[in-house]
Structure formats: structure tokens, C-alpha cells
């Protein structure tokens, strides 16, 4: 294997993905946290409508990459970021770039459920009413539908949508922010750990989920569970200490990965 340490560029394309499949490409990405750098020159690019799955140990820099490109991270006073993260070929850090309108094309759903404290219906409708995505009552109607079906969740809610979001299930809770998420029509939907505080079951229904919205979404998923990586995604990249290690079709990087320090994680050595 090779233990060359020299950080890792944009991987070969895989036939028979063309480069107009690159619905993201990051390039050179540094993230500082005041004087500490996070992230260390990540080059990565994101296919069209499958999933990309984030593995490596607490601390490594996955979390802090998938905020990057929605510019979560412009939130933290002391963060940083520089290079570039072209979405559709256009570089979202660009002054010009409005963040709410790149926000809504790039959802994001977060470690732990976090429903609005309003009704199932609000939670969902919230984001078409602030975006003035509906233009009637009934159009809202019909997108809170359709998100909660796509989100698997219509069936166990449509008889009680005036009920609180936050009186779900742990489990429908996730699905009901992943509804509140793709309900204004995103291109992309980052999930941080979505299935870190739930159950088999739930975590079972998400894992199902993430496989219906691939057809339609590019998804980016962190995840510390390299089982649920294995099942979920195409693709796989390995963080450690800020770099990139390795990148590649997912069945690849867990059964003959190029670098060590790839095969000392998913092997357990280290973690």
C-alpha cells in the first residue's frame, strides 16, 4: 500500500461518469479556526445524484468540510475558509453570492432532529413561505405533501398535521426535517450524522430514504458508523488530521484501499 502522506488530488473520473456529472468540486479548501488550521488543501469533487459518504475519526475535518459548502461555517466568528467550491461551476465563496438563495439550493440536516417548535404542517411550510416559493394556500398544500411523502413521513402525519413536529418520534422527527429540507427544492442536501441519536429501526427507515432521494438529490452524508457508509453511498472519502486522504467508489476504499492510513481505520487499528 502506499503510505505516502502528500495530500490527495481530484481523483481520476470513473467511467462511465463524464465530467459533466460534477455537481461539486472543491478545490484547495483550508479552514481556519482563528490560528488552527482545520482542513489542509481538500480537493474533492461531488457526482450528481448519488451519495458521498464521509468517514474518519472524531475530529478529522468532516464536518467542518460539509459546512463548507453551504457556508455554514460563516456563522462561527473565529472560522476562516479559503479556496474555492464551485456548485454547477460556479464558485459559491464569490462576494457576489447570495447565501440564503445558496442555502436553500443546498439543504442540510443536522446530527440531532431539530423541528421548529410549530405544527408538522409549519415545520414543512416554513421555507416555501419565507423563499415566496407558493404562491397560494393550496400550492403550499401540495408542497407540504409532497415533501412529507418524499421524506416517507405522509402517511404516519396527514391526520394530524396541526399536531406539534416536536411530539414525534426521534426517527419521524429526522424524516420530518429532511421534509422541512427538501420542501424549497434543493439541488443538494448535506446530512451530518442524521442518524447518530436514533434507534435500528429509524436509523433503518433514513438509510431507505437517503436511497429514494439519491434519484433526485446529490447527497453528502458524515458518518462515524463506516457500516452505514458502506450501505448508503457510491462513494467514499477518508479525513484524518485535516487531510484528504483517499477518495473512490465506496466498495473500493473498503475492500482495497491505496492508502494505510485508509486501511488502519476501517480496520480498526485506529479511530
Known amino acids: 500500500m502506499n503510505t505516502a502522506t502528500a495530500r ?12 459533466d456529472s460534477i455537481k461539486i468540486a472543491a ?4 479552514v481556519y479556526y482563528g490560528s488552527k488550521r482545520a482542513l489542509h488543501g481538500i480537493d474533492l ?6 451519495v458521498t459518504a464521509l ?9 467542518t468540510f460539509l459546512r463548507c459548502i453551504n457556508r455554514m461555517n460563516d456563522t462561527i466568528a473565529t472560522c476562516r475558509t479559503t479556496g474555492e467550491v464551485l456548485l454547477d461551476g460556479e464558485n459559491i465563496y464569490d462576494s457576489a453570492v447570495d447565501v440564503v438563495r445558496l442555502r436553500a439550493r443546498v439543504g ?8 421548529f417548535p410549530k405544527s408538522i404542517y409549519d415545520n414543512v411550510a416554513y421555507g416555501p413561505r419565507i423563499h415566496g416559493i407558493a404562491k397560494s394556500r393550496a400550492q403550499l398544500d401540495e408542497i407540504v405533501q409532497e415533501s412529507l ?3 416517507s413521513l405522509w402517511k404516519e402525519v396527514k391526520d394530524r398535521l396541526n399536531d406539534l413536529g416536536t411530539g414525534l418520534s426521534g426517527g419521524q422527527q429526522q424524516r420530518l426535517c429532511i421534509a422541512r429540507a427538501i420542501a424549497v427544492s434543493p439541488e443538494v442536501i448535506l446530512m451530518d450524522e442524521p442518524c447518530s441519536s436514533l434507534d435500528p429501526i429509524a436509523t433503518a427507515k433514513v438509510e431507505e430514504l437517503i436511497g429514494e432521494l439519491m434519484e433526485n438529490y446529490t447527497i453528502i452524508i458524515v458518518t462515524h458508523s463506516m457500516q452505514q457508509a458502506a450501505r448508503v453511498s457510491q462513494r467514499t472519502a477518508f479525513f484524518h488530521l485535516g487531510d484528504l486522504v483517499e477518495v473512490g467508489d465506496t466498495e473500493k476504499i473498503f475492500t482495497n484501499p491505496q492508502d494505510e492510513r485508509t486501511h488502519g481505520y476501517i480496520t480498526g487499528r485506529f479511530g
Do not use: H
Open 108 to 115: 442540510m440536516v443536522f446530527q440531532k432532529p431539530n423541528p
Open 45 to 50: 469533487d461531488i457526482y450528481a445524484k448519488s
Open 8 to 19: 490527495t488530488r481530484p481523483d481520476p473520473l470513473p467511467n462511465p461518469m463524464a465530467i
Open 27 to 30: 478545490r484547495q479548501i483550508e
Open 55 to 63: 468517514i474518519g475519526p472524531s475530529g478529522c475535518g468532516k464536518s
Open 149 to 151: 411523502e418524499r421524506a
